[in-house]
């Protein structure tokens, strides 16, 4: 059987019941496999292909990650071409919620935001600007070209909208030798009597 570089080619598989089969299954395609009970269904999709892809993964780890994982035998197959590396998901597995998809059951979505995060140049949502990483000096350099002549806060949030007095946080703020706060955008100083309704949402921000 000819290769051909939008499929997968699969020659001789003598997997379980499946007697010397070949066959070809187009790529980027929702393939289905039919048939009745010991047909060789799950023989086909999960001993051979799913075998077979998911060996070829574990042969692209370090050697010093492969001593501590049991081996994977290459199933009974002449040959499989067009093949990557695969990912299965049991027909069984139960959706954990209903944002659940296949991305979340089978990890992979936890990869893809590693990799974005590692490709990705972030932006600020409001002004646009590109975000980067500084230096403490950078950021000192930063701050004083752009507000060159004016008094400069930094604050921290440690309360975003949420109810409460928020005495004790406030007291532990001024028992760490902090001077100043910010209560919903307004500037006081650390023993100033601080009055906030106990279920009105409040955010507070320490000037660092």
Known sequence: MKAVANEITISGVRVHNLKNLSVSIPRNRMVVFTGVSGSGKTSLAYDTIFSEGQRRYFETLSAYFRQFVVGMDRPDVDLIEGLSPSISVDQRGRARSG???????????????????????????????????????????????????????????????????????????????????????????IDDEIKMARYKAHDIEVVV
């Open 99 to 189: 944002r659940s998809t296949i991305g979340t059951i089978t990890e992979t979505a936890d990869y893809l935001r590693l990799l974005f995060t590692a490709i990705a140049k972030p932006y600020c949502p409001d002004c646009g600007i590109a975000i980067e990483a500084m230096t403490p000096e950078r950021m000192v350099e930063a701050i004083t070209d752009s507000w060159k002549g004016r008094v400069v806060g930094i604050l921290a949030p440690v309360v975003v909208g949420r109810k409460g007095t928020h005495k004790e946080l406030i007291e532990g703020i001024s028992r760490r030798g902090y001077q100043k706060i910010r209560v919903n955008g307004k500037i006081y100083n």
